[in-house]
C-alpha cells in the first residue's frame, strides 16, 4: 500500500491564481480529512469526507473547496489564493478505529 | 468551545532520561485522544491512543496518561533517543475530526 500520497510537494503561487492540491489514498478508508500547518502551530482542519459524495467544512472552509467522487480521492482547490493561504497541507485518511494516517504534505507559497 | 493545548512549546532532556510531554484539554465530553509525532519535513505520524474509559495506556517505549478530572493528558517516553527528536501534539478525536494543540519540540541532547 502506497497509503496517503499528495501533490505537488511544493509549489509557488502568485495572488489570484487557482490551483488543485490532490490527495488520494489506496487504504478503502470512508473518512478523508485536509489540514493546513502554519509555522509553530498544530494542525487545523479546513475541510473533511466521510465518504464519496459528502463533504462538510471545518474550522478553516474559507477559500478552499473540495470534492470526494470516488472513495480514492479528495482533492483540495484552492479558488483564488492569497498570501495567508501560505502554509503546509495535509491530506488525511481514517480507518474505522479512529487512526488516522497523514500524507507527507504540500508545500505552499502564495506571493 | 473546543481547544486542546500543551503545557510547554518545547522540551530538551539528555540521551537516555525519559521524557514526559503534558497536554489540557477543555472539552470534558471528549472521549478519545492521540498522541502525535511529528519530524521536521514530515506529516505526523500516530504514536498511541487513549479512551476517556481509560487511565493509562502502555505501548512500547512509550505511556499516555489520561486524568479526566482535570482534563489532562500525558506522553512519556521511556530512555529517550535522539530518535525521539521531534515536535509532539495531542489531539481530541470527535467523530473523526481531530483538534490539535499546538505541540512541545522535543530535543535529546546526546
Known amino acids: 500500500n502506497a497509503g496517503v500520497t499528495q501533490t505537488p510537494k511544493f509549489q509557488v503561487l502568485k495572488t489570484g491564481q487557482s490551483m488543485t492540491l490532490q490527495c488520494a489514498q489506496d487504504?478503502?478508508?470512508?473518512?478523508m480529512s485536509w489540514y493546513r500547518q502554519d509555522p509553530g502551530m498544530g494542525l487545523r482542519l479546513i475541510h473533511y469526507?466521510?465518504?464519496?459524495?459528502?463533504?462538510d467544512q471545518g474550522e478553516v472552509p474559507n477559500g478552499y473547496n473540495v470534492s470526494r467522487s470516488t472513495t480514492e480521492d479528495f482533492p483540495l482547490r484552492l479558488l483564488s489564493a492569497a498570501p495567508s493561504q501560505t502554509s503546509v497541507y495535509f491530506c488525511?485518511?481514517?480507518?474505522?478505529?479512529?487512526?488516522?494516517?497523514f500524507g507527507p504534505g504540500t508545500r505552499l507559497t502564495v506571493l | 468551545g473546543e481547544s486542546v493545548g500543551l503545557h510547554l512549546p518545547t522540551l530538551s532532556v539528555q540521551e537516555g532520561d525519559n521524557s514526559i510531554i503534558n497536554c489540557a484539554y477543555s472539552?470534558?465530553?471528549?472521549?478519545?485522544f492521540i498522541w502525535y509525532k511529528q519530524e521536521s519535513g514530515k506529516g505526523p505520524q500516530f504514536i498511541i491512543d487513549?479512551?476517556?474509559?481509560?487511565d493509562k495506556r502502555q505501548g512500547q517505549r512509550v505511556t499516555v496518561l489520561l486524568n479526566k478530572t482535570v482534563k489532562h493528558l500525558s506522553l512519556q517516553i521511556a530512555a529517550t533517543q535522539p530518535g525521539d527528536s521531534a515536535v509532539y501534539f495531542c489531539?481530541?478525536?470527535?467523530?473523526?475530526?481531530?483538534?490539535f494543540g499546538d505541540g512541545t519540540t522535543l530535543t535529546v541532547k546526546p
Open positions: 489531539a481530541e478525536v470527535n467523530a473523526g475530526k481531530s483538534t
Open positions: 469526507s466521510v465518504g464519496a459524495g459528502i463533504t
Open positions: 472539552n470534558s465530553a471528549s472521549d478519545y
Open positions: 488525511a485518511s481514517t480507518n474505522r478505529y479512529n487512526e488516522q494516517f
Open positions: 487513549i479512551r476517556s474509559n481509560m
Open positions: 487504504m478503502n478508508h470512508e473518512y
